[in-house]
C-alpha cells in the first residue's frame, strides 16, 4: 500500500523553465510534507517543506504547493539549473508521528543546457 | 560540523553473516532514523530514535536491531544477513518531529 506516490519516474526539461514535479497521498491524517534532493552516492538532502495548515511555501527558486482536498503536492523549480538534475523525493509525516517520514519513489529530473 | 557520518560506506557480506552500521551525529539530535532504498524505490523506515534509550520499530525491522546508549550514536546491527538485506542504509538525524532530516552518505550493503 503506497501512501505517497509519484507517479512520473523522470522528467526533462530546458534550463531556464519550469520543472514541476508532483506528489500524491492517500492518508488523510498526514499534517506535514517534505521536498528531499538526492545526488547519485550521497544522502538526501532537505529542500524545502509544508504545513498542512498552507497551501503554498516559497524558498527562493522552491515552491511548493499543497492541495489538501486533492492529497496533492507539487515542487515548482524556477528557473531550472543544470545543477538541480537529481532525484527529489516527496515525503510525509502523519501527527504525532515522532517525526517519522513515509517517502514516494521518487522522480529523476534532467535539467538539459 | 561533520553532520551525520555512517561507516562502512560499503560493505559485502556473505549470507549468516552479522555486521554493525555505525552512525554518529553531532548536532545534539534527539531523533535518529534508520531507512533503507532498494532500487527505483522510496526509502522505508527501519527504526527510530527518539532520545537515548528509546528506540523503537518502523515500517521494515525484521532482521535487524538498534541501541541508542548515547545522544550522539545510533547503530544498526544486522544478524544472519540474507539477500533480501542487499540495499543502500541511510541514517538520519533531526531536533525535534517535523523537521528536515539531516542524512548521512550511506552505506552500500550487498549480501551474496
Known amino acids: 500500500d503506497q501512501q505517497v506516490k509519484q507517479n512520473s519516474p523522470s522528467l526533462s526539461v530546458q534550463e531556464g523553465r519550469i520543472s514541476i514535479l508532483n506528489c500524491d497521498y492517500t492518508?488523510?491524517?498526514?499534517?506535514?510534507f517534505l521536498w528531499y534532493k538526492k545526488y547519485p552516492a550521497e544522502g538526501p538532502t532537505f529542500l524545502i517543506s509544508?504545513?498542512?495548515?498552507?497551501d503554498k511555501n516559497e524558498d527562493g527558486r522552491f515552491t511548493v504547493f499543497l492541495n489538501k482536498s486533492a492529497k496533492h503536492l507539487s515542487l515548482h523549480i524556477v528557473p531550472s539549473q543544470p545543477g538541480d538534475s537529481a532525484v527529489y523525493f516527496c515525503?510525509?509525516?502523519?501527527?504525532?508521528?515522532?517525526?517519522?517520514?513515509?517517502f514516494g519513489q521518487g522522480t529523476t529530473l534532467q535539467v538539459k543546457p | 560540523n561533520a553532520g551525520v557520518t555512517q561507516t562502512p560506506k560499503f560493505r559485502i557480506l556473505k549470507i549468516g553473516q552479522s555486521m554493525t552500521l555505525q552512525c554518529t551525529q553531532d548536532?545534539?539530535?534527539?531523533?535518529m532514523y534508520w531507512y533503507r532504498q532498494d532500487p527505483g524505490m522510496g526509502l522505508k523506515l527501519i527504526y527510530y530514535?527518539?532520545?537515548?534509550?528509546?528506540?523503537d520499530k518502523g515500517e521494515v525491522p525484521n532482521g535487524y536491531n538498534v541501541s541508542r546508549s548515547t545522544t550522539e550514536d545510533f547503530p544498526l546491527r544486522l544478524e544472519l544477513a540474507a539477500p533480501s538485506q542487499t540495499s543502500v542504509y541511510f541514517c538520519?538525524?533531526?531536533?525535534?518531529?517535523?523537521?528536515?532530516?539531516?542524512f548521512g552518505s550511506g552505506t552500500r550493503l550487498t549480501v551474496v
Open positions: 538520519a538525524s533531526s531536533p525535534t518531529a517535523n523537521y528536515g532530516y539531516t
Open positions: 492518508n488523510s491524517m498526514f499534517d506535514y
Open positions: 509544508i504545513s498542512s495548515i498552507k
Open positions: 515525503a510525509a509525516s502523519a501527527v504525532g508521528n515522532t517525526g517519522k517520514l513515509i
Open positions: 548536532m545534539n539530535h534527539n531523533y
Open positions: 530514535s527518539v532520545g537515548a534509550g528509546i528506540t
